[in-house]
């Protein structure tokens, strides 16, 4: 343990965090020495009083804001939800604490128990709730005893807990109980004596996967998010312990401190992945994109401890907030479109019947605090981007779903506050390559696209404790096309994945059969043989890889941006359970992935989809998915397009198009599709109802019913692989489809070996080289896999381009531009130009960029 603490102290020295928690002053034995050593302690007895002060103004809010009307509904709800939890102890029968609450098997519903202890606590030290609730003693005392009667016979045998689900016994049980610990901690110490002892020690036993009852940051159940929660729970059980727990809060902070640390995959710090990296990615399990629900909890949770610290001097805060702000500006405002948080970081949480508009709700909350705590011109387009997100959502943002009611006030009065104008964080026209998480994003006025990509790096899904079940191609290149003015809600979301075929999604190409989900498979919700060589348990590392998020198995996957252009590019595979299926158990199912070699090329007006190599080596049908859209059965809904040979064409139905365009009549969105190269089209217009509990166990059997849109280019069983190539469109109008018949876009190159388009009007090549060797396209030679977008100037304007290695291994890239010899203007550092036989070398040392682009502007 001791290297490790020196490894992480080493670490944190280096990235300058160290500094954000004071070093403890050592004392001597003279009497000065004995004079500052008291003078310390008594500083430290007031920073934990405030600590504990600050944790319950968080939750509970303070007389000030409680007094404002806008707190109103927020308090109200506190005491509502106190209220019921209170008749469920008084309905409660023999052998009971809550009525209907049964314990001892499932520990959820111990989960359920301490959070309802914790929501009638919070009521008692929220201020404005009843005289019968707020500051009742024998309400606290009713807790406090419910406390220790969960203690004595569901918690406090340690032989007997750690049943189920890790999480609940390391975090979220301890999460409640520190709460509700801190808001009762006088109450409990006159009613209980000992109790916040018993507990605390109880806590530290709990944490299975630590070392000695505390963190361990070599495990991988203690990174990212996890440890974030871990550690704050550790901070506030040491303000609970006095001066014994004076060590505990400044090791808990030491250890939080590694989740401010931007990842470098290639010096990892204890093997962890999971975390922020320097294009904005967030990763936890280690392979699983997912700035939309673990990256949420860890933004709410240090920002929460950033409050609970504040004037404590147990840490210097404000020097950790422009990390934090650096999070919300390139890791979450890129996948937030007005209001709604898009798809592809949310790993299983897609199933939930949480909406995207109640994610950045969460969101919202943090950022309005983390205004409060900055300063000058970061506060500034904080709170200016709050404004923005409230106008531009689809959905009213409801303030009494915040977790503190002085965030509550906050949003009012940045709401209210003239003087603040809305402003998003994102410039109008935005091409984000998240390459370290596989995820791309493409933003314009009217129009937000983003792509979930996989390969051996990231997961081509999670699924995990009953939640997505049928996952199985949401990372082999699904698309969401999110339309401005749009509530959202009637095209993605839990209603979308219900409906939409899981071998449909939009942008999928998909063996046809028919695959069975883990409960259907296995008879329980994770593959159970703990006996096997691999020990498949609920939570090994077996069941990680195979079951809950494989990656896949192809090291292509990344893509370049140029100014606001992107180009994104994928080798399709299996996953690595199919590749290792002769190692896994006879029983254990693994499905074969089909094939295909993608591009996608992201324009102002276009979305250009370039495929190759599609198929199946088994001789499978396979399907491509250009789009899938839903809405509500009554939407007006047409179905127009132009066959290749001119004649008119009204849908649904099979015919060989031109283009085709989709208008919801009813909402005002339309999507256009240009048909470069492939098959006929296959376009379906169905009612789909079914339950969502088809996508989540847990899911109320509550049935959808949707419309539903296919967009398919069908591959028949045992044909060749195909070349596909196709455009999106957004908000497009039928002159503007009828325009692309000689229009600005062309298709300069479409095979397994490289994949280029050319856009006229742009003045714009951009090109994926898949395999070694050269590539000859459009007055450019690549050397390899690479992406590259090149942009010529108008009217004597340098040409720009821009370059990237999708597979991340290469150290070097090569692009010759023929023609005349050009010069460097300027060039992103590790970019090299000289002239060459026929033209200009650009040489960029992609050593280590892991997908990075590298820009440069050349002229003659």
Known sequence: ?????????????????????????????????????????????????????????????????????????????????????????????????????????????????????????????????????????????????????????????????????????????????????????????????????????????????????????????????????????????????????????????????????????????????????????????????????????????????????????????????????????????????????????????????????????????????????????????????????????????????????????????????????????????????????????????????????????ISKYEYMSGENLMPWFQGDGAHYLYLAGQDQTQAYGVDYFTTVSPYGLAGVTAPVEQRRTVPELYGKTYYDNPDHPLHFTSSSESQNTYVYFPCGTARYSGGAVLGAYGAAGMVQSGDVAYRDRRLLPDDFVTYRNATATKSWFLLDDEIVVLAADVGDPAGRAVTTTVDARTADPDDHVTLTGVRRDGRPWTGPGTAALRWLRYANATRGTAVGYLFLEGPPVRVTLDEVTRSRRVVRTANPDTAVTRSVLGVTLDGAAGARPARLAYALLPNADDARLRAHRHGPLTVLANSAHVQAIAHAGLGLTAANTFTRGRHEVAGLRVHGPASVIVRRGRSGAPLSLAVSDPTMDRDTVTVLLRGRPLRKVTADPGVRVDRAPGGTRVEVDTHHAYGRSFTATLDH
Not at 121 to 138: E, F, H, V
Not at 148 to 154: D, I, N, P, Q, T
Not at 194 to 208: E, F, H, K, N, P
């Open 1 to 457: 343990m001791e290297i490790t603490r020196r490894r992480l102290l080493s670490a944190l020295s280096a990235t300058g965090l160290l500094a954000v928690v004071p070093v403890v002053p050592l004392f001597t034995a003279d009497p000065a020495g004995r004079a500052g050593a008291a003078a310390f302690a008594a500083a430290s007895a007031e920073g934990r009083a405030r600590l504990l002060a600050n944790t319950v103004a968080v939750f509970a809010g303070t007389t000030e804001s409680n007094s404002r009307p806008e707190a109103a509904a927020k308090v109200a709800a506190v005491e509502k939800t106190a209220r019921a939890g209170l008749k469920a102890m008084d309905d409660a029968r023999e052998g009971e604490l809550f009525a209907g609450l049964v314990l001892g098997t499932d520990e959820a519903n111990l989960n359920t128990a301490y959070r309802r202890l914790y929501e009638i606590a919070l009521a008692t030290r929220t201020p404005g709730t009843a005289p019968d609730l707020y500051g009742a003693t024998a309400v606290q005392r009713r807790v406090v005893d419910g406390l220790a009667w969960l203690h004595e016979r569901y918690y406090g045998d340690q032989a007997k807990g750690y049943y189920g689900n890790w999480f609940h016994w390391e975090i979220g049980i301890s999460q409640h109980i520190s709460k509700t610990l801190v808001l009762l901690a006088e109450e409990t110490a006159a009613h209980r004596p000992g109790l916040i002892a018993t507990y605390v020690a109880s806590m530290d036993a709990y944490l299975r996967n630590g070392t000695g009852g505390d963190v361990n940051l070599d495990s991988r159940f203690h990174t990212g998010a996890n440890l974030a929660d871990i550690t704050t729970n550790r901070i506030l059980q040491g303000a609970l312990l006095g001066e014994p727990g004076e060590a505990r809060i400044r090791k808990a902070l030491t250890d939080q401190l590694t989740v401010f640390a931007t990842i470098d995959p290639y010096h990892l710090d204890h093997q962890v992945t999971d975390g922020h990296y320097a294009d904005g990615s967030f990763i936890q399990h280690a392979s699983v994109a997912y700035t939309g629900s673990y990256g949420k909890g860890l933004l709410t949770r240090v920002v929460e401890t950033l409050k609970i610290l504040d004037g404590t001097g147990f840490a210097h805060g404000e020097q950790l907030v422009p990390t934090v702000s650096g999070w919300v500006k390139n890791g979450f405002a890129p996948l937030i479109f007005e209001g709604w948080m898009m798809e592809i970081v949310k790993g299983r949480a897609v199933s939930r019947t949480d909406s995207g508009y109640a994610d950045v709700a969460v969101v919202v909350e943090a950022v309005v605090d983390l205004s409060s705590l900055a300063t000058g011109t970061e506060a500034a387009a904080l709170k200016s981007y709050v404004k923005h997100v409230r106008a531009t959502s689809r959905a009213p943002l409801d303030p009494v779903r915040f977790v503190s009611p002085v965030s509550v006030v906050r949003y009012a009065d940045i709401v209210g506050d003239a003087a603040v104008p809305p402003a998003d964080l994102n410039p109008a026209a935005r091409s984000v390559a998240f390459n370290a998480m596989d995820r791309t994003v493409h933003r314009r006025p009217g129009y937000a696209f983003a792509l979930a990509r996989s390969s051996a790096r």
